[in-house]
């Protein structure tokens, strides 16, 4: 038994310092209530365990929007980056998705600088083991030491720390990620307070010594010449990029693999927990494609002042040696040197139907969670989720309504949504593909979505909200200016001719020009004699508005009729299994899920069109029967 003692008293208590716990310890903070981050270690804070990256597809979004809220990932991985490069540039606007290398050290400093020099926020070493409820209210945490915390609210954000188990082909051990230790104490505690638990697996894949690779063998994937920020506070960013490497595995690679996979953790039945669907092991790419001759491998390096590269793409829990071979059967890696093996890592999280859209716990009052302990995976999804958490529970202590956001308005919307109605059987990545209203919710327009949501939780400063409102006028000043400038055919048809695109008969606004898919806002310049100096930012909006206006229109059109059925709120105190005409299945899962409105009962698993409309049958009776009028 350990020695309990007072330690002290905090408004809000975060336990974990990976990407959710920054941004769940930074928000209340931010907005005035004293806050307390724990870590099992200080030197795990903002850790990139895995790929040394923020952003990619989908998850370039979330960024974005974290930055557009008055979150820190934006600003820091713009301050640590060594590449940039935006992806899905052959596509359209609405997947294009903002990627950037990491200086995974420099990226953990700054954002334990960000931290620890944050008012109202205390950071400190400390292993959770206990959370103290009392009739189903949390009241703070202990710790290893004895120290007990009391708190308004507590974030749980263990990522993969809890009850974390490293495999190595037949070689376990109980392990944080990188070799920090685990959370072994609190799974039992959680599982004490009611808590449904479940168990899942990620992995990462080795890291290699740079000095024994042969990069002549691979291609090179330089940087993008024109960096993007991903935060809306930095216009232009200057930078010596470093490269990336492109090369590939073959017969031989495969060959060796399959020859020993019966030693691999997984395909050896060691490994209980469920891993992640899209981003499989090399064990699962060769044996669900079987019918590919090769897989590519990026090379990544992990920093400036470092030798270790970060080989994607090659994630395994085969053992040592037999990565070892495999690796030496590259092109360009024929006498590498492993300076980390590969390891896969099996951790305990929370089923994610236990929560609300605040991510606040149904059952247990003020207790909220975040990140990879409600099933995720990733460091944007992670942080996306912190941010939600650190909000809403400052937004708890004062007694205001919770802050959501729901699938029409961010990317942040559709993953908690998709968590807390859908659940998810393995660790949720988000995607481009989730997002069904992805044309309107797109990276380039996140500040003008979320920033005056930001601003009125008090999250989004003063001087980022005037830059917005200045932004925000510049392209309304500028949509306008498009509109009334014309050209005629005698000023213009030389030029469209030039462009491959039909000329003109009669005047036409540049506005209605700029429609045109062979023409851009920068081709525009021969004939707009009277352009004002705008930025990069304000030229690029406009542009994808007046391109994209149809396709706009029509999803908008959509989502007024998603809101129709999120404003049909349901009570939560509904007892669905005595409306007569849902299905079994239906009133089970909505009595476990308690959806706030139709729209959200519509989502969820094992709810059919039929249901639905018992549903607003039942609505409609309710109506009458308090003698409401028409809506």
Partial sequence: MIEKFEAGNYDVIVVGAGHAGCEAALAPARMGHSTLLLSINLDSIAMMPCNPSIGGTGKGHLVREIDALGGEMGLNIDKTFIQSRMLNTAKGPAVHSLRAQADKQLYHIEMKKVLENQENLDVKQGEVIEILVEENHVKGVVLSTGSVYTAKAVILATGTYLGGKIFIGRTSYESGPNGLAASKQLTGSLKEIGLKMARFKTGTPARVDQSTLDFSKMQEQPGDEK????????????????????????????????KDIHRSA?????????????????ED??????????HQLFIEPEGLNTNEMYVQGMSTSLPEDVQVKFYRSIPGLENVKIMRPAYAIEYDCIDPLQLKLTLECKDISCLF?????????GYEEAAAQGLIAGMNAALRIQGKDGFTLDRSEAYIGVLIDDLVTKGTNEPYRMMTSRAEYRLVLRQDNADLRLTEKGYKIGLVTKERYERFLNKKELIEKEMERLQKTTVTPS????????????????GISLYDLLKRPEINYEDLKELDQNRPDIPMQVMEQCEVQIKYQGYIGKQLKQIEQFKKLEMKKLDPSIDYSHIDGLRIEARQKLNNIKPLSVGQASRISGVSPADISVLLIYLEQQRRKRGEGNE
């Fill in 285 to 294: 790419k060769i044996t669900r494609f079987s019918d590919k001759k090769r």
């Fill in 227 to 258: 960096i993007v920020p991903f935060s809306f506070m930095n216009e232009h960013l200057e930078k010596e990029q470093v490269p990336c490497w492109l090369t590939y595995t073959n017969e031989n690679t495969h060959e060796i693999i399959r």
């Fill in 266 to 282: 997984m395909y050896g039945g060691e490994i209980e927990g469920t891993g992640p669907r899209y981003c499989p092991s090399i």
């Fill in 491 to 506: 000023q213009a048809n030389e030029f469209l001719e030039k462009k491959n695109t039909a000329t003109l008969k009669s």
């Fill in 369 to 377: 969670s975040a990140g990879q302990f409600n099933g995720s995976s």
